[in-house]
């Protein structure tokens, strides 16, 4: 019965996955109050917990009948609702929010450049888009914004923090700072229209690299074409000894990338697991399409999120690649995007994933089988520690040293 249902869906629907999230689109048209009632039906039967955070979820269905009268009532309604589920990722979105979101998806989107996310509370960069005006300015992963344009973010929901970011090209916004053991400080940021790429062989400053080496910088998994760019560069890397692989702060992207571009690297064994409510688990594993045997290093550091943990997780537990750098954010969650009437959407965690070797990420990130810390005079410096420790190892790894022995 599962897998029939599991079937329809994929006629009835288009799905992508986004940061771990999978869109399903609905075009059936409601009033306000059935559009509040749908989000509950839908949240009801998909959300990943089933006791929807230890609470009656029926005392939601016809809270709001007598005071739903437009659709702005029934937007207030459903994000009340959706806060006591308590999930971070679990949210509505209105129109602007949906359009705004599917432009992300198309690789294109207007503000600062910013992954942004709760994170114990507080309002915390994931991590900069590469060649961004927040990267540009400085803004780093794991910084927490105090302040959006002199308000408060204390309580604040992350689509709030994120409409009150975004804005019209060329003007400015203001965010307070603050960097773990330093004093907050105020960063003026012009917004621009952001075009998202995906790979660069860019090599960093000050560092250099053996050209008998292959390094790939990739800031996101979003772009539909990052897996044929992917392959490309690998095919042309024939003569090479060995790839570099970059996914810090990376903060994630299309998970049928992640699945993809792992299964490049791996002739057999499992690639990610994902865990549905009724503990359902569905494992993807390699295709027997290899493209390279030669040896990889990844770079992760604490921007690294969601798909990028999904490959390094995948890389890490096959003994594919010896892992570089800093913990990793931490998203193990999947959410599926659906699209509502009067073009608004909800976003529905729905499963949680596992790295082959069954480790649930979520809230802990991935170890590096490597651990080096880039600290902030090495920032100041330019001093790439974790990239000249990742051709270090590759150097061992062409020489004959094994992934276990690191």
């Not at 009067?342 to 990420?361: F, H, M, S, W």
């Not at 490597?370 to 990239?387: A, F, G, M, R, W």
């Amino acid at each position: 019965m599962r897998k029939l249902m599991k079937k329809s869906l994929i006629f009835v629907g288009t799905f992508v996955l986004l940061f771990g999230c999978v869109i399903h689109n609905n075009v059936m048209a409601y009033s306000p109050v059935d559009l509040y009632d749908q989000v509950w039906r839908l949240v009801n039967v998909k959300f990943v917990d089933q006791t929807n955070n230890s609470q009656d979820w029926q005392k939601w269905r016809h809270k709001y009948d007598d005071k739903i009268q437009t659709n702005e009532d029934a937007y207030v309604a459903i994000n009340t609702m959706i806060a006591s589920l308590n999930d971070p990722y679990t949210k509505f979105l209105d129109p602007k929010e949906f359009a705004e979101e599917t432009s992300s998806i198309k690789g294109s989107l207007k503000g600062i450049g910013i992954q942004i996310a709760v994170k114990d509370g507080k309002l915390t960069v994931i991590a900069p888009i590469e060649d961004t005006p927040a990267e540009k300015a400085g803004l780093k992963a794991d910084d927490e914004i105090l302040e959006i344009d002199g308000k408060s973010t204390k309580g604040i929901t992350v689509d709030k923090a994120a409409d009150q970011i975004r804005g019209k090209e060329g003007t400015q916004v203001s965010l307070l700072i603050k960097r773990k053991d330093q004093a907050p400080k105020l960063y003026n940021i012009t917004r621009a229209n952001i075009e998202i790429k995906s790979i660069s062989q860019k090599i960093p400053e000050n560092v250099k690299m053996p050209s008998d080496i292959s390094y790939i910088r990739l800031s996101s998994f979003i772009s539909r074409n990052a897996g044929t760019e992917f392959r490309s560069i690998l095919e042309q890397g024939y003569n090479k000894k060995g790839f570099i692989i970059d996914l810090r702060s990376n903060p994630g992207g299309l998970l049928s990338n992640a699945i993809y571009i792992s299964d490049m690297f791996l002739n057999e064994g499992v690639i990610v697991s994902t865990v549905d409510r009724d503990g359902y688990r569905e494992t993807q594993n390699a295709t027997k399409g290899v493209v390279t045997r030669k040896p990889v290093v990844v770079l992760i550091n604490k921007g690294s999120a969601s798909a990028s943990e999904i490959f390094s997780g995948a890389m890490k537990d096959n003994g594919r690649a010896v892992i570089v750098g800093e913990q990793s954010f931490g998203k193990g969650l999947v959410q599926e995007i659906n699209k509502l009437p009067y073009e608004a959407g909800v976003n529905i965690t729905i499963q949680k994933y596992l790295t082959p070797n069954g480790t649930d990420i979520n809230k802990k990130g991935i170890t590096p089988d490597v651990v080096v810390k880039l600290t902030e005079e090495d920032i100041k410096n330019k001093n790439d520690v974790q990239l000249k420790k990742a051709i270090e190892i590759l150097e061992q790894l062409s020489a004959g040293k094994t992934v276990a022995s690191f």
